[in-house]
């Protein structure tokens, strides 16, 4: 027997409108899932009886950070519910020159639990078990001081005069265990910061000539890599 978070107990009984003997899949967001019967509904506690183990949605082979600068409004929303779709395995947070806030003002906000919030919808609409590690906001700067994974990518547009490698040349390369993708805010990168990733050996990446707005260029990216690694 399984209590439901509060939240999803008041998903269960006010949206889908189920009730004791009613069956769905549940998951705990590390991998497991499986086939539960409502047990027992008393207002906010919901209570599962667990039935059988139910095979996840396979996770990608390759863990994806994207390390994405914040954007305006809602639109962070947007492209965190799609990279979770897509499989992402996390979603880090930056602040760089042209973000319009700050590390402070994101951690008074409420936005970081949003964005929680949207990873968790999203994972249950597209069936993964996993709920991806949604981090808590830095600069670039201090993103850079992190431990790498095996592969980082930085995103740039060719005008930018950063001189980036065309991301096609990653398909004759071999695959890595784990990678990271920057994509910048509305504005762009800096050329102080593109320099100072490349010192830090990130690869500066483009995805060609055309100029993609700010949230569906993360998308694009991250499906581009899920293909070129047989993740997608």
């Not at 694009?220 to 890599?225: E, G, K, N, R, S």
Request: glycine share 6%; net charge positive.
């Amino acid at each position: 027997m399984v209590s439901l978070p509060r939240d999803e107990a008041e998903h269960l009984t006010r949206v889908l409108r189920l009730g004791v003997g009613d069956t769905v899949s549940v998951f705990d967001g590390r991998g497991r899932e499986f086939l539960a019967s409502v047990a027992s509904v008393q207002r906010r506690d919901v209570r599962m009886r667990l039935l059988s183990r139910i095979e996840p949605a396979i996770e990608p082979a390759v863990a994806l950070t994207l390390a994405q600068a914040v954007l305006k409004g809602d639109k962070m929303d947007d492209v965190v519910r799609d990279a979770v779709m897509l499989g992402a395995a996390a979603i880090q947070p930056l602040v760089t020159k042209r973000t319009e806030t700050t590390v402070a003002a994101l951690m008074r906000s409420a936005r970081v639990d949003r964005w929680r919030r949207v990873a968790v919808a999203s994972v249950k609409q597209s069936r993964r078990a996993i709920v991806p590690d949604i981090r808590t906001p830095l600069t670039l700067e201090t993103y850079l001081d992190e431990p790498p994974p095996a592969l980082r990518l930085m995103l740039v547009e060719p005008a930018a005069g950063a001189k980036p490698q065309s991301l096609s040349i990653l398909r004759g390369e071999a695959i890595p265990s784990d990678a990271a993708v920057l994509v910048g805010p509305e504005g762009g990168w800096v050329e102080s910061e593109c320099e100072q990733a490349r010192g830090r050996g990130v690869r500066l990446i483009t995805l060609g000539q055309r100029t993609l707005r700010a949230d569906a260029a993360p998308v694009v990216a991250v499906c581009l890599l899920q293909f070129l690694w047989g993740d997608l």
